[in-house]
Structures are given as structure tokens and as C-alpha cells.
């Protein structure tokens, strides 16, 4: 579906000169994705009942875990494109808000400025397509089960990545930005295919099934199993003086290095905040978010058959991914208490949420992977809200401006004339100053999602953390767990910071004086005859119901999963029984 939908939209980007059908394309891209996704839920009773088939000669496989998550980036993929579906502001006229007045009737109004119909993300028609190859990388990348299906998808998913960058052509920081991301991801992807070579080198072969029997195989003392009699084994020893078993956990060092520079895990993280900053928000959604489930999948899978046990004394590649952990607790908490800039702030906080992921990944329990999977869930579904809320947040000031009154003139001139506002408009954390007094709604829920990372309970980002330690602490991780309760508090600060500013501040913002007496006309039509001319004021602009359905969904999910937990913990337990045969 995905494939011929991609070729499809390359015919239709090649014959078409006008630049508004975008968001047409984002609509038709939906719909793929949601089509998709139906396909992969129809094959879940097969997979559940087989424990997965390889399919296209060992290259991909198919299991229960892959199709869960492949579900879960398609839908996730078409929510973030709702943000370009459809116009981010509307005209909403309360006594032509009824069922029959949505369908029977039709509002006609032509100022497009205000409903944002001109804003640049509507312009570009590649947006979509891009999209769809980064969506299909990740969804190779879960199921790969060969060295070089790995590569490829990962490149596949990287490209698309770093184009959906610098997408923006007249945005500097965007461009210099995808810039810095492209550089550094092929140094990471230098490290993966670097790891390939070595790999193959080692065992003579490209699939991970035959890697995994190998490693399985590789601790048997050959020297004392050659003694067996009548065996005929006395030479095998012979032909085995050049391997050591710690070949292969080095060069899958190599290859976690480069995996964990993709899903910026500390020490590889410093590429991040600048990228996240600099690139349009609409960009920085799916850039945090997609790019890191279909990874981390993969490495579950990885750890799981390559890894040794806890009690083994030898050098263990996965030991990489528990100090990893550890510096991305640390580094996520610590440099993100001195942020000013909120896309910034984000970026740290999504490193310290990827070192408890990594913690639930390293330890390689039942308990340990049901609690990784339910936190890269709940942590992908809350990290989406909150930069929906910035993107709904900046739309919502449009008839706004500094009071200067209440500013400082230099802050007012300098927040005024901030780099690339088109495309970010909210980038301080400042300018969320008071915000509460503008919009409750948005505020409140952006409060509940930040609440949520920061593991407040009764909220679902509590039981994401309350599993990963559990987890830790009955595997005798008690240092991990000391220093992951502990950074969990401390960022609670930034978090903190945010909310006293939205709720216990004054704002800094009045209505736009040119604005404050607007008045525009609107025509109701019906079977295209015009009915009345409407004249609507500024509280007649509101967000459209895309941003808010999104929003509030979202919220509801993270503030009531508590009424309701059952479903999802129920499914990350049923999958991690089928992952370890149990």
C-alpha cells in the first residue's frame, strides 16, 4: 500500500504546477496511512496465533510486536499530518454551529490572512510525499531481519529525515539546521555500516537469524567438547584459533553507537537541541517522534537474542546501552534546567525520557520489556501533544502583541523580531508568560501532558516510570533506580517553571488594536444561494476543530488512562510473553 501510493504521488507531484494542492496531498496521505494501518490490524489474529512468518526470502519478518508498532507510526504519522490537512484557524459562528447548519449550509469568507491559508506549510508539495518514504523506511526497520535490510531502511528513513529538514528553502535556520542533521547522521550511519562490514566479516553471513544462532553457539568451550570420543571433532578446534566470541559484541557496539546517535541518547545527543530548535515546529513533530520508535523496536529485538545474561562476566555489548542510560539521565536533567528556549527544553527532556528507555531495553526481562514498550507508547503519545500545544499555542496568538506596558521595550523588540517566527512562533518560554489568562483550555492541557512527563501521578507518564523501575529494582539495578528517581525529580523543576509561568504570571500580551474593533463579512449559502451576509468580529476566529480534537483526544487519553488501564497494559504484557515464548 505504501509502496504504490509512493509511486503514485511522485506521478502526480510531476504533473502538477499548482503549489496550494498540498494540502490536498496531506488528506490523500491520511487516508494511505489509515488504510495502512487497517491492513496491519487484519493480520494481528494470524500473527498472534503463529508467532510470525519471514517473508521476501529472510529480508523482513513479521511477528505480533512488529505489526502492534507498525499500527502505532501509522497512526501517529497521520495524526501529525492533520497539522497540515487543514487550516489552523477558522470563522465559528455560534448559531450556525448545529448538525443541520454543518450540513446544509456553507459559510463563504475571504480573508485568508487571518485563517492562515497562505502560511508556507501549504505551499509545499513534496511535504506529503517526503512523509511517505520516511513512514516506509520505519516501517521496513521493525520488521528487517537481514544486515543489509537494515541499512537501507535506515538510510530510507534518514534521508527522508534530513530532506523534511530543510524542507523550509527560505527559512536560514531551518537549512542550517537540516545541514548539521544531515552531517551528523551520516557519521552514525558511517558507525552502522562500519558495524555491517564487520559483522559479516565474523560470521559470513547478512541475516540476523543465523547471527543470532551464532552468538548462541559461540560460548561452547570447543577445546573440551573436541575430547568427546568417536565425535571426530579434533580438528574443529584448529580451525577456530582466530575467533574470539567478543568479535561479534564489538562490532554490534559499533552498530548501537550509530543507532544511538540517531535517537540522540547521550553521549551522542549534542546534535539535538540545536536541530530541534532550528527547524520548523510542524517539522520537529515528526522528526522527535517517528524516527526513534521504529529504533528502538529494533533494538529490542537485537538485545534480545545477542544479549548474555546478567550473571555472565564477559564483555557484553549491551552494556553500552545501561551507560548510555546513565549519561542521558543525567545530561537530559541537568542541561535542561538552564533552557530558555521551549523546543530546546524539549530536546533535553526527550533524552532523559530516552534513558529510561534505555534502562527498560538494557535490563532484557519480561517485566523489564513489557515496561519498555508501554513507556516508548505513552511517551511517543504525550511528546506529540506537547508539541501540538505549541503549534496550537502560536496559532491562538495571531491577534496578539507585546504589551508595552508590561515588557521591557529591548524584550518586547527582541521577542517581536524572533528568527523565523512564521514558522515557529513560539520559541521562548517566556512567551508563555500568563498564557492561561488567554486560553484555560490549552493551558490546562498543556499543563496535564507536562505533569505527565514528569511522572505525577495519577497520570500515564507515572505508570511509564513506575514500571521501568520496578523493573530495575527486582533485576538488582538499584544505582540506575537511585539515579533515575532522582533525575525524575529534578527535572520535574523545568517542568515546574513552565506551569508557574502559564498560571502565575501576568501576560505580557494585549489585543492587537488594529484588530480589537475588526469586523469582516461572511457569506451563508445554501445549495449555493445566499442567504444572509454575516458580519463576524475577532471572537469569531477560533482554532480549527482538527487542532482542538487532536489536542483534547490526546489529553483525555493521558489524563484518564488511569479509569481505563487495562487495554494497554494488557497488550505490552501479551507481547512481551509471545517475544520471550512464554
Known amino acids: 500500500m505504501l509502496i504504490l501510493s509512493l509511486i503514485l504521488f511522485i506521478l502526480s507531484n510531476s504533473l502538477t504546477l499548482r503549489q496550494d494542492k498540498s494540502i490536498l496531498y496531506s488528506r490523500a496521505t491520511i487516508t494511505v496511512l489509515v488504510i ?75 480573508q485568508t490572512v487571518i485563517v492562515n491559508k497562505m502560511g508556507e506549510q501549504y505551499k509545499i508539495i513534496e511535504y506529503s510525499l517526503i512523509i511517505l518514504f520516511i513512514v516506509t523506511g520505519s516501517i521496513f526497520l521493525v520488521s528487517t531481519s537481514d544486515l543489509v535490510s537494515i541499512f537501507l531502511a535506515i538510510e530510507l528513513q534518514s534521508y527522508g529525515l534530513y530532506l523534511l529538514s530543510t524542507i523550509y528553502r527560505d527559512s536560514e535556520p531551518a537549512t542550517s539546521g537540516g545541514l548539521m542533521y544531515f552531517l551528523l547522521g551520516g557519521l552514525s550511519s558511517c558507525f552502522i555500516l562500519l558495524s555491517t562490514a564487520l559483522l559479516y566479516a565474523n560470521t559470513g553471513t547478512t541475516n540476523l537469524d543465523s547471527l543470532y544462532i551464532i552468538t548462541s553457539i559461540h560460548k561452547i568451550n570447543w577445546n573440551e567438547y573436541s575430547n568427546v570420543n568417536g565425535l571426530g571433532l579434533e580438528n574443529l578446534s584448529s580451525l577456530l584459533y582466530w575467533y574470539e566470541a567478543y568479535y561479534i559484541d564489538i562490532s554490534l557496539l559499533f552498530m548501537s553507537v550509530g543507532f544511538l546517535f540517531k535517537v540522540s541518547a547521550a553521549p551522542f545527543h549534542f546534535w539535538s537541541p540545536d536541530v530541534y530548535d532550528a527547524i520548523p515546529t510542524v517539522v520537529t513533530t515528526f522528526v522527535a517522534i517517528i524516527a526513534k520508535i521504529s529504533i528502538f523496536i529494533f533494538l529490542l529485538e537485537l538485545v534480545h537474542y545477542t544479549s548474555k545474561s546478567f550473571f555472565d562476566q564477559q564483555f557484553s555489548w549491551t552494556m553500552s546501552l545501561l551507560i548510555s542510560s546513565l549519561l542521558s539521565l543525567l545530561v537530559g536533567t541537568i542541561a535542561g534546567l538552564t533552557q530558555t528556549r521551549i523546543k530546546r527544553l524539549y530536546a533535553f527532556s526527550t533524552i532523559s525520557h530516552v534513558g529510561f528507555i534505555l534502562l527498560g531495553l538494557s535490563i532484557h ?21 506537547a508539541f501540538v500545544l505549541i503549534i496550537a499555542i502560536g496559532y491562538s496568538l495571531y491577534c496578539y502583541v507585546y504589551n508595552v506596558q508590561s515588557t521591557d521595550l529591548l524584550e518586547k523588540k527582541d521577542k517581536n523580531k524572533l528568527i523565523d517566527s512564521d514558522n515557529s512562533p513560539i520559541q521562548l518560554i517566556d512567551q508563555l ?58 527535572s520535574a523543576v523545568y517542568y515546574l517553571a513552565i506551569i508557574k509561568q502559564i498560571f502565575f504570571e501576568k501576560p505580557d500580551y494585549e489585543l492587537n488594536n488594529e ?54 497494559l494488557n497488550l505490552t504484557s501479551i507481547l512481551s510473553l509471545i517475544f520471550f515464548n512464554i
Not at 492561561?436 to 496535564?448: E, T
Not at 444561494?529 to 469569531?540: E, P, Q
Open 515 to 568: 484588530l480589537s474593533d475588526y469586523k469582516a463579512n461572511c457569506l451563508i449559502t445554501e445549495k449555493n444561494i445566499i442567504l444572509k451576509n454575516k458580519n463576524i468580529k475577532i471572537d469569531n476566529i477560533v482554532l480549527s476543530s482538527s487542532l482542538s480534537l487532536t489536542i483534547s483526544i490526546i489529553t483525555l487519553i493521558i489524563a484518564l488512562f488511569i479509569l481505563i488501564p487495562e487495554s494497554l
Open 36 to 110: 495502512a494501518a487497517l491492513i496491519s490490524y487484519d493480520n494481528l489474529n494470524f500473527l498472534f496465533l503463529n508467532k510470525g512468518i519471514g517473508i521476501f526470502g529472510g529480508l523482513f519478518h513479521a511477528t505480533a510486536i512488529t505489526s502492534v508498532f507498525q499500527i502505532f507510526i501509522l497512526v501517529i504519522s497521520a495524526t501529525i499530518l492533520l497539522l497540515t490537512s487543514f487550516y489552523p484557524r477558522k470563522v465559528w459562528l455560534k448559531e450556525y454551529s448545529s448538525i443541520d447548519s454543518i450540513l446544509f449550509t456553507k459559510l463563504v469568507y475571504y
Open 365 to 385: 526481562t519480561v517485566e523489564s520489556t513489557q515496561a519498555f514498550m508501554f513507556y516508548l507508547l505513552q511517551y511517543s503519545i504525550s511528546n506529540l501533544n
Open 433 to 490: 508568560k500568563g498564557y492561561y489568562y488567554i486560553n484555560p483550555a490549552l493551558s490546562l492541557s498543556l499543563a496535564i501532558t507536562l505533569f505527565s512527563f514528569a511522572g505525577i501521578p495519577p497520570l500515564i507518564g507515572f505508570f511509564g516510570k513506575q514500571m521501568i523501575l520496578s523493573a530495575a529494582i527486582d533485576n538488582g539495578y538499584i544505582f540506575m533506580s537511585l539515579i533515575a528517581i532522582l533525575t525524575s525529580v529534578i
